[in-house]
């Protein structure tokens, strides 16, 4: 079992950034490709971006490819997603999650309870 609590989210103005940090419990989730999805008022939920365990194998969506990087710290048991050059498209509530690959998030077995970002014009 793993359990995953999201945290930096917030408000921030176009143009600007933010650092999501995701903390993962549990001896299992460095053995496991982790990611970020976001889900917008009235949308489904969206692929972000994901990492391989061994974090050689990165995906991104196309809609933040260039602007947002996943990284991880398998020591510490910990996610990222740093976000640059933010849009007011990128509002949304950032979930994390791991034992998974892919955009389907039916894919993913373990989620956190996500943060809201919210991103001004």
């Known amino acids: 079992q793993v359990q995953l609590v999201e945290s930096g989210g917030g408000l921030v103005q176009a143009g600007g950034s933010l650092r999501l940090s995701c903390a993962a419990s549990?001896?299992?989730?460095?053995?496991?490709?982790a990611g970020w999805f976001r889900q917008a008022p009235g949308k489904e939920r969206e692929f972000v971006a994901a990492?391989?365990?061994?974090?050689?194998?990165?995906s991104y969506a196309d809609s933040v490819k260039g602007r947002f990087t996943i990284s991880r710290d398998n020591a510490k048991n910990t996610l990222y997603l740093q976000m640059t050059s933010l849009k007011p498209e990128d509002t949304a509530v950032y979930y994390c999650?791991?034992?998974?690959?892919?955009?389907?998030?039916?894919?993913?077995?373990?989620w956190g309870q996500g943060t809201q970002v919210t991103v001004s014009s």
């Open positions: 990492r391989s365990s061994g974090g050689a194998t990165i």
């Open positions: 549990g001896r299992t989730f460095s053995s496991y490709g």
């Open positions: 999650s791991a034992r998974g690959w892919g955009t389907d998030p039916g894919r993913w077995d373990y």
